[in-house]
């Protein structure tokens, strides 16, 4: 008897934790039955169908979300016809909720696990061995029906089983005893299910149970992966810090037995954080820890709409705590298309999210999800949603489909000029033209249409040039404010192979003679370079990079305050080794004017032995 159980992921750097927790939950020895198969929806179904034909299996369970339903439903009619009598299961969210409807329309299906599925599988698993082994013995199995009927959680094509009772967390088994599957891909952990909130348009809604997993186990495989080095974990936990004795125990440990490297994610909800949380936070290494914060809208109308209960002040404030620590990485989200909201109220809430200052800001679009409280009142909220996977929406009583469309140009320019975080001194100059962040992201959005700019182009500069001819169009006196301003964003990425068109010559004799007696000196003293000892001149220019510049572009704030020079306000010093852990950005060091004159006379004495 072979069991296949199937994950179609989204990408290939992701993994799906649920089909490891079924085999992991049955055991070592009832494990050997079951065998795990990985797939993408980037690739062709009938490429996923030949290798689960060459896998031979005698029952296929797919793990079904709203990223890969449509695929797994292509798949179906098609399978018995490669594998005739193979046994089909579905489970997961996306069939949890209209099980019987779609038992009717795919007959070939033998039924679908409801909820939470592990000691449902394990008993799944144990029915069909016992069946295996009756026709091994050539004994009917006719006695069989009645005992797949007995397995709770189940949907079968006679009816729904009672209920599976909820999961003790401490009882499941860890997935990751065996790295080699996960290498190179996000890790996933579990050391909480439930939620404890009602939020309209979550699914987490329904189960209001919060079950904490035994903190010495959690500890143990915290210290897994810390030992392992991996670099990057993501809690799945739905709100982190409900429980605050075991947010706080969590991250002691890791600020304990921090290992430098791994990154992990938590999505909390930050107005509920507590000053003793707050100071624990601020002690962490830089890039340990990042938090993922649901704001959603900025509406109190809204706000109340969707279930949730939230102090916008007091999370603002939180966020601007955390962010003066400067050591951990936020993500805040919003999400278009709620009850209340329209076009003009989401600009409002993107504004004031805008301004806390997330690292990342996702401007997401409502999914009127199958089991949600949303699903319940679409109609009431005159909300329409595609039908079809990631129901997503279309239009509500406040938003029509136009300003949907609208707000979805505006999150590509979000996600290309501030999420990509390679904007960061640009965007703040050129805010000061327009009445809102909003606004400029809008009129962004309308001039890469209205120019028949490529959204999708992967060059880099490309978006930098794009940037610099909305800026000219904008504020043309500035221009040579906004090359400079790009050149510092660049070069605050990467050092790089070609210079773009933008930037300034920095083959003028002048320039490159102040550039070499700088490097001379650098060898000599380093003054600025510590830790490059052994390096010579040219190689030191090859590792880092120094740009002239005549606006003071590091500090966006005092830019306008800048007059015209008739030499370089100062140079900037780019080391890449030193970069960042939160942002990426090189370690700069500003070198005045002055300084450079006093080490070009510097080296002309240690010319001269001096």
Same mark, same amino acid.
């Given at each position: 008897?072979?069991?296949?159980?199937?994950?179609?992921?989204?990408?290939?750097?992701?993994?799906?934790?649920?089909?490891?927790?079924?085999?992991?939950?049955?055991?070592?020895?009832?494990?050997?039955?079951?065998?795990?198969?990985?797939?993408?929806?980037n690739q062709y179904s009938r490429e996923i169908l030949a290798?689960?034909?060459?896998?031979?299996?005698?029952?296929?369970?797919?793990?079904?979300?709203?990223?890969?339903?449509?695929?797994?439903?292509?798949?179906?009619?098609?399978?018995?016809?490669?594998?005739?009598?193979?046994?089909?299961?579905?489970?997961?969210?996306?069939?949890?909720?209209?099980?019987?409807?779609?038992?009717?329309?795919?007959?070939?299906?033998?039924?679908?696990?409801?909820?939470?599925?592990?000691?449902?599988?394990?008993?799944?698993?144990?029915?069909?061995?016992?069946?295996?082994?009756?026709?091994?013995?050539?004994?009917?199995?006719?006695?069989?029906?009645?005992?797949?009927?007995?397995?709770?959680?189940?949907?079968?094509?006679?009816?729904?089983?009672?209920?599976?009772?909820?999961?003790?967390?401490?009882?499941?088994?860890?997935?990751?005893?065996?790295?080699?599957?996960?290498?190179?891909?996000?890790?996933?952990?579990?050391?909480?299910?439930?939620?404890?909130?009602?939020?309209?348009?979550?699914?987490?809604?329904?189960?209001?149970?919060?079950?904490?997993?035994?903190?010495?186990?959690?500890?143990?495989?915290?210290?897994?992966?810390?030992?392992?080095?991996?670099?990057?974990?993501?809690?799945?936990?739905?709100?982190?810090?409900?429980?605050?004795?075991?947010?706080?125990?969590?991250?002691?440990?890791?600020?304990?037995?921090?290992?430098?490297?791994?990154?992990?994610?938590?999505?909390?909800?930050?107005?509920?954080?507590?000053?003793?949380?707050?100071?624990?936070?601020?002690?962490?290494?830089?890039?340990?820890?990042?938090?993922?914060?649901?704001?959603?809208?900025?509406?109190?109308?809204?706000?109340?709409?969707?279930?949730?209960?939230?102090?916008?002040?007091?999370?603002?404030?939180?966020?601007?705590?955390?962010?003066?620590?400067?050591?951990?990485?936020?993500?805040?989200?919003?999400?278009?298309?709620?009850?209340?909201?329209? /076009? #003009?109220?989401? @600009? *409002?809430?993107?504004?004031?999210?805008?301004?806390?200052?997330?690292? !990342?800001?996702? %401007?997401? =679009?409502?999914?009127?999800?199958?089991?949600?409280?949303?699903?319940?009142?679409?109609?009431?909220?005159?909300?329409?949603?595609?039908?079809?996977?990631?129901?997503?929406?279309?239009?509500?009583?406040?938003?029509?489909?136009?300003?949907?469309?609208?707000?979805?140009?505006?999150?590509?320019?979000?996600?290309?000029?501030?999420?990509?975080?390679?904007?960061?001194?640009?965007?703040?100059?050129?805010?000061?033209?327009?009445?809102?962040?909003?606004?400029?992201?809008?009129?962004?959005?309308?001039? /890469? #249409?209205?120019? @028949? *700019?490529?959204?999708?182009?992967?060059?880099?500069?490309?978006?930098? !040039?794009?940037? %610099?001819? =909305?800026?000219?169009?904008?504020?043309?006196?500035?221009?040579?404010?906004?090359?400079?301003?790009?050149?510092?964003?660049?070069?605050?990425?990467?050092?790089?192979?070609?210079?773009?068109?933008?930037?300034?010559?920095?083959?003028?004799?002048?320039?490159?003679?102040?550039?070499?007696?700088?490097?001379?000196?650098?060898?000599?003293?380093?003054?600025?370079?510590?830790?490059?000892?052994?390096?010579?001149?040219?190689?030191?220019?090859?590792?880092?990079?120094?740009?002239?510049?005549w606006h003071p572009v590091w500090n966006p704030k005092d830019?306008?305050?800048?007059?015209?020079?008739?030499?370089?306000?100062?140079?900037? %010093?780019?080391?890449?080794?030193?970069?960042?852990?939160?942002?990426?950005?090189?370690?700069?060091?500003?070198?005045?004017?002055?300084?450079?004159?006093?080490?070009?006379?510097?080296?002309?004495?240690?010319?001269?032995?001096?």
């Amino acid at each position: 008897m072979k069991f296949l159980l199937v994950a179609i992921n989204a990408k290939y750097i992701h993994s799906n934790p649920a089909i490891y927790s079924l085999k992991a939950f049955v055991g070592s020895k009832a494990g050997r039955e079951v065998e795990l198969a990985e797939y993408t929806i980037n690739q062709y179904s009938r490429e996923i169908l030949a290798d689960i034909y060459h896998r031979k299996p005698d029952a296929v369970g797919f793990s079904c979300y709203i990223w890969n339903w449509d695929m797994v439903r292509e798949l179906l009619p098609e399978l018995p016809k490669v594998l005739p009598g193979v046994k089909l299961w579905l489970g997961g969210p996306e069939v949890s909720f209209d099980a019987d409807k779609i038992l009717r329309e795919f007959p070939q299906l033998s039924g679908i696990m409801i909820g939470e599925g592990e000691q449902t599988f394990k008993e799944l698993l144990a029915y069909y061995s016992a069946e295996a082994s009756e026709e091994t013995l050539g004994e009917t199995a006719g006695v069989q029906d009645c005992a797949l009927e007995r397995i709770r959680g189940l949907c079968l094509p006679g009816g729904y089983t009672p209920p599976r009772e909820l999961t003790n967390m401490s009882e499941t088994p860890f997935l990751y005893e065996d790295m080699k599957p996960f290498a190179n891909r996000i890790l996933y952990y579990e050391s909480a299910r439930g939620c404890p909130y009602r939020c309209s348009y979550c699914l987490s809604a329904i189960d209001r149970k919060v079950r904490l997993r035994d903190m010495d186990i959690v500890r143990k495989e915290l210290q897994f992966f810390l030992d392992s080095r991996v670099p990057q974990v993501k809690f799945v936990d739905r709100t982190f810090n409900c429980d605050h004795q075991h947010a706080m125990e969590v991250w002691q440990y890791l600020y304990e037995h921090d290992n430098g490297v791994t990154n992990f994610h938590f999505e909390i909800s930050a107005d509920i954080l507590r000053e003793d949380e707050l100071q624990l936070l601020q002690k962490l290494r830089p890039g340990l820890v990042q938090l993922e914060i649901g704001v959603q809208s900025a509406n109190p109308r809204t706000i109340a709409a969707i279930n949730r209960v939230m102090d916008l002040d007091r999370l603002a404030g939180i966020v601007a705590r955390i962010r003066e620590g400067r050591n951990i990485h936020q993500h805040l989200d919003l999400i278009a298309g709620l009850p209340f909201e329209d /076009y #003009e109220s989401f @600009g *409002r809430s993107f504004d004031r999210v805008y301004a806390m200052g997330p690292d !990342q800001l996702q %401007l997401g =679009f409502l999914k009127v999800l199958k089991g949600s409280p949303m699903h319940d009142k679409a109609e009431e909220y005159g909300i329409c949603y595609l039908d079809r996977p990631p129901y997503e929406v279309l239009s509500t009583r406040w938003l029509s489909y136009k300003d949907i469309l609208r707000l979805k140009q505006v999150e590509e320019m979000v996600e290309l000029y501030y999420n990509s975080n390679q904007f960061t001194h640009t965007l703040p100059f050129l805010e000061r033209l327009f009445s809102s962040p909003f606004a400029m992201f809008e009129a962004l959005a309308g001039f /890469y #249409e209205r120019t @028949g *700019r490529a959204v999708g182009s992967s060059a880099r500069v490309y978006r930098y !040039q794009a940037l %610099l001819d =909305f800026a000219k169009e904008q504020d043309n006196a500035n221009e040579a404010a906004y090359r400079e301003l790009l050149t510092y964003d660049l070069y605050l990425r990467e050092k790089l192979k070609s210079r773009p068109e933008f930037a300034g010559d920095l083959n003028a004799p002048w320039v490159k003679v102040a550039i070499r007696d700088f490097y001379k000196e650098e060898e000599r003293t380093h003054r600025f370079l510590p830790g490059y000892e052994g390096y010579d001149w040219r190689q030191l220019g090859k590792m880092t990079h120094l740009e002239p510049f005549w606006h003071p572009v590091w500090n966006p704030k005092d830019m306008e305050k800048q007059q015209p020079a008739q030499h370089p306000l100062a140079y900037i %010093l780019f080391d890449y080794r030193s970069k960042s852990p939160l942002t990426g950005e090189a370690a700069v060091s500003v070198i005045s004017w002055e300084e450079m004159q006093s080490m070009k006379e510097d080296t002309g004495r240690s010319r001269n032995g001096e």
